[in-house]
């Protein structure tokens, strides 16, 4: 199994097809087994083309985390370390949810890095709808209310972490997500580099909003909303989500021809 010396941990990812290289953040619990908060179920499409990386980040799946914490800032600093050890750069960056965020604070701080920016369920700051939506990750809510979840979250995320290790998982992201993030307008407008928000009419966390926002601030940006949709569209809804990364992808191919960060 492929791992990677990053910061302090070994991040796990693995690799698909061959080309342009598409780096595939998950959300908060997301696994590369836990294909509806991951991408596994697109892969096929993207290999064809280009180089596909799968991570499973901090603390999530194989990868551990020595740290008694995870935020937005030290994950987004483990995937830049990635690039540049990977010597990949620039990379398109699908996020999903936590991902999605993860892939703004790069285009942030480090847009260098990206070639585009893909960014499915993201939410900027929360407001009452994300407070409402995070009230999930409890870890007594979902021992209580889904059993079956709680047993496969040992199944993805105890790996050589000691047994029960998902219930630290599930406070430490409740810790983040009670606090960030904490974006602002102006935030948002640092990101120079092509962005894709997209999100399902119902999902609480891309609320309308929040996508009405993000779509103002980053200035090169797009944003597709997909009715009837929920929170992790790039599974229930593939037939959509892909074929619009991959016309997003090949409308930016250029960009890096004429800039310069």
Not at 5 to 17: A, S, W
Not at 160 to 166: E, L, N, P
Not at 195 to 211: F, H, K, P, V
Request: charged share 20%; net charge negative; glycine share 6%.
């Amino acid at each position: 199994m492929p791992y990677l010396e990053v910061n302090d941990i070994r991040l796990y990812y693995e690799e698909y097809g061959s080309g342009k290289p598409i780096i595939f953040l998950s959300g908060a619990t997301g696994a590369i087994d836990y294909v509806e908060n991951h991408w596994t179920n697109l892969t096929e499409l993207f290999y064809k083309k280009y180089r596909v990386i799968l991570i499973e980040h901090r603390g999530h799946g194989h990868t551990n985390n020595p740290r008694p914490y995870i935020s937005y800032e030290l994950v987004a600093d483990d995937i830049c370390q990635f690039i540049h050890k990977m010597k990949i750069s620039p990379v398109h960056i699908c996020g999903l949810s936590d991902g999605a965020i993860i892939a703004l604070h790069i285009g942030m701080t480090n847009p260098h890095l990206a070639h585009t920016l893909i960014c499915v369920g993201a939410n900027y700051y929360n407001d009452d709808l994300v407070q409402l939506a995070n009230q999930c990750i409890d870890t007594k809510l979902i021992e209580l209310e889904t059993p079956e979840l709680a047993n496969l979250l040992s199944d993805w995320h105890d790996h050589g972490k000691g047994k029960d290790y998902w219930r630290t998982l599930i406070d430490q992201l409740s810790e983040n997500l009670s606090k960030h993030p904490n974006y602002t307008l102006k935030d948002l407008k640092r990101i120079p580099v092509p962005t894709l928000l997209i999100s399902g009419e119902n999902d609480l966390w891309a609320n309308r909003q929040q996508m009405i926002d993000m779509r103002q601030s980053i200035p090169s940006s797009e944003m597709l909303i997909i009715n009837n949709a929920g929170h992790e569209v790039q599974y229930t809804h593939p037939q959509i989500v892909g074929p619009a990364i991959l016309d997003f992808f090949e409308r930016n191919q250029d960009f890096w021809l004429t800039k310069s960060y």
